[in-house]
């Protein structure tokens, strides 16, 4: 996901754990009074699309006649914030599709914030997504400390839900562990229907069963320094993990033709076309590739480092991880962390994660 932060729009408790941009605050806040600190409380609307057709037609006064037909599609809105003079189109969604409001969402996690208390607070791209972290305390895993978050995002763009996931970050190197809670008993990912706020509030009534499924998750994790794997093992994790990719439609249709199916002009420009594709096909490749050779450097460097978690599921995956927050990529500093945490690098970690675990059953 290149998008990063909203303007400044993002808060953090003392050191914010994985982000060095916005605000810091010093006392425990409600979520509603993070919300509005970090000034993410925008509502959104929705509002039906209409297509404009030109009929060619010209009325009395020189002005062109069009008919404005209704669509089934709708545009998510977001009101003007700071300079901005126009109303924003985050998304283009269906009928069914129904917002919830960041200040609905901050007021039913209040009462949780007593127990879990806010750690961050933002929004990303330009208010497609709104995140709230709570800080669900510390605990050990596979000998090291971690600090754990739960991390709840609400989608705001068509492309995802209300959801919660369970972030672990190691505190010797501050690398995030991005991991969904898909197994728990209570896992809290709610499609944007017309009873998204209902369904929101009856799961947040419920949120102490997350406990669970933190439980789960931390035993899960300890899981993978249970076996010793050899390179073999380790690079089939990468590879799974860093998959090739696909061969474009375009490329791979070139690929059956020939000079005896075509005109000449007509060939020779494909030839040119298929060139550049093949070019561009093969730097995705090496980029894929750079990425799994760093993962393995990484995965020897955390062997040499942590003899007593060396060689198993939990280092190929620390090593993956750890690609992911600090490799380059074309996303600014504040866009590589939502990445890391949201986005296309916390996809990744989580495939390894997936990866190694299967490993060990």
């Not at 000034?39 to 404009?52: C, E, L, M, S, V």
């Not at 669509?71 to 998510?76: F, I, Q």
């Not at 728990?184 to 799961?203: F, M």
């Amino acid at each position: 996901m290149p998008a990063s932060i909203f303007g400044e729009r993002f808060v953090g408790f003392k050191q914010p754990a994985w982000h060095g941009l916005g605000t810091v605050f010093n006392e425990r806040l409600t979520v509603s009074e993070a919300v509005a600190l970090a000034d993410i409380g925008f509502d959104i609307h929705k509002a039906q699309n209409f297509a404009r057709m030109d009929t060619g037609r010209y009325a009395d006064n020189g002005s062109p006649i069009v008919h404005s037909i209704p669509t089934k599609s709708y545009s998510v809105l977001r009101e003007p914030m700071g300079e901005e003079t126009e109303w924003q189109v985050l998304s283009t969604v269906g009928e069914q599709w129904t917002p919830i409001q960041a200040s609905d969402l901050a007021t039913m996690l209040d009462p949780i914030s007593q127990r879990y208390p806010v750690e961050t607070a933002g929004a990303i791209g330009k208010g497609e997504k709104i995140f709230i972290t709570l800080d669900a305390g510390g605990a050990s895993i596979a000998g090291e400390d971690h600090n754990l978050y739960y991390l709840v995002t609400d989608h705001r763009d068509g492309t995802g839900a209300l959801s919660m996931a369970f972030t672990p970050v190691r505190v010797v190197c501050q690398n995030t562990l991005s991991l969904g809670l898909s197994s728990a008993k209570v896992s809290v990912s709610l499609q944007h229907r017309k009873t998204i706020k209902e369904d929101a509030d009856w799961y947040m009534n419920i949120f102490g069963m997350m406990d669970t499924a933190r439980e789960n998750s931390i035993e899960q994790m300890n899981t993978l320094t249970s076996l010793t794997i050899d390179d073999e093992m380790a690079k089939k994790v990468i590879d799974k993990s860093y998959p090739k990719p696909a061969t474009p439609t375009r490329l791979r249709l070139t690929r059956g033709i020939t000079g005896d199916d075509l005109p000449s002009a007509v060939w020779n420009k494909l030839l040119v076309d298929r060139e550049n594709m093949e070019k561009d096909y093969a730097l995705a490749n090496e980029r894929i590739q750079i990425h799994k050779d760093m993962a393995f450097e990484k995965y020897s460097i955390f062997n040499e480092e942590h003899p007593k978690v060396s060689q198993t599921p939990w280092a190929i995956w620390q090593a993956i991880c750890e690609t992911e927050d600090y490799r380059r990529g074309k996303e600014a500093n504040g866009g590589r962390l939502t990445s890391a945490l949201y986005g296309g690098r916390a996809v990744t970690k989580e495939k390894a994660f997936k990866n190694a675990f299967a490993l060990v059953n």
